[in-house]
């Protein structure tokens, strides 16, 4: 039996991490047993009310099992263990990128660093190319994975400044 700390609550673990049985509050960076990513997911109750539930994904971890991030990790790599669902869009703010290739996270968290590597990955990106640019020149980071097939919307200021341009007389 292992014994888990998760805020000011310790509770008991089975020998095997089956991610439908987890707390939500240790779902999200929860590797299973069987090497599958937990997720946290929403689902509608009968009476439409909406709640969380920790779900066995897909992606197959390679050479990971039984698996459950340290507060510490999430932290440093400034991910949220309430978000639900995992996008790559997170790579495509400094702030986060600078955290997650901060040595602190890089270096010590290879299950989180894992899960992005494969999300910069999908998009054709390379995390430790991200991770040199963002070092170095933080918008240069987010132009080359932007240039790999990842298309944001329209900045606020650009959004603005479209608005407010005068439409074209027709020719």
Not at 101 to 108: E, K, T, V
Not at 117 to 128: R, S
């Given at each position: 039996m292992s014994f888990i700390k998760s805020g000011w609550f310790c509770f008991e673990l089975a020998a095997e991490i089956v991610c439908e049985e987890l707390p939500n509050d240790i779902c999200a960076f929860?590797?299973?047993s069987s090497g599958k990513r937990c997720l946290l997911e929403t689902y509608a109750t009968k009476n439409g009310a909406v709640e969380y539930q920790c779900r066995t994904s897909e992606?197959?971890?390679e050479k990971m099992a039984d698996y459950i991030e340290t507060d510490a990790c999430v932290k440093a790599c400034g991910v949220d263990r309430n978000s639900v669902g995992i996008s790559s869009d997170a790579l495509l703010e400094p702030q986060f990128t600078a955290?997650?290739?901060?040595?602190?996270?890089?270096?010590?968290?290879?299950?989180?660093?894992?899960?992005?590597?494969?999300?910069?990955a999908g998009e054709g990106a390379f995390l430790p190319d991200l991770c040199d640019a963002a070092r170095y020149n933080p918008h240069r980071s987010m132009i080359q994975l932007m240039s790999s097939g990842a298309t944001p919307g329209p900045s606020?200021?650009?959004?603005?400044?479209?608005?407010?341009?005068?439409?074209?007389?027709?020719?």
């Amino acid at each position: 039996m292992s014994f888990i700390k998760s805020g000011w609550f310790c509770f008991e673990l089975a020998a095997e991490i089956v991610c439908e049985e987890l707390p939500n509050d240790i779902c999200a960076f929860t590797i299973s047993s069987s090497g599958k990513r937990c997720l946290l997911e929403t689902y509608a109750t009968k009476n439409g009310a909406v709640e969380y539930q920790c779900r066995t994904s897909e992606v197959v971890v390679e050479k990971m099992a039984d698996y459950i991030e340290t507060d510490a990790c999430v932290k440093a790599c400034g991910v949220d263990r309430n978000s639900v669902g995992i996008s790559s869009d997170a790579l495509l703010e400094p702030q986060f990128t600078a955290k997650l290739c901060s040595p602190a996270c890089y270096q010590n968290c290879p299950n989180i660093v894992d899960l992005y590597f494969n999300l910069a990955a999908g998009e054709g990106a390379f995390l430790p190319d991200l991770c040199d640019a963002a070092r170095y020149n933080p918008h240069r980071s987010m132009i080359q994975l932007m240039s790999s097939g990842a298309t944001p919307g329209p900045s606020a200021s650009e959004s603005a400044s479209i608005a407010s341009a005068p439409a074209s007389a027709p020719m």
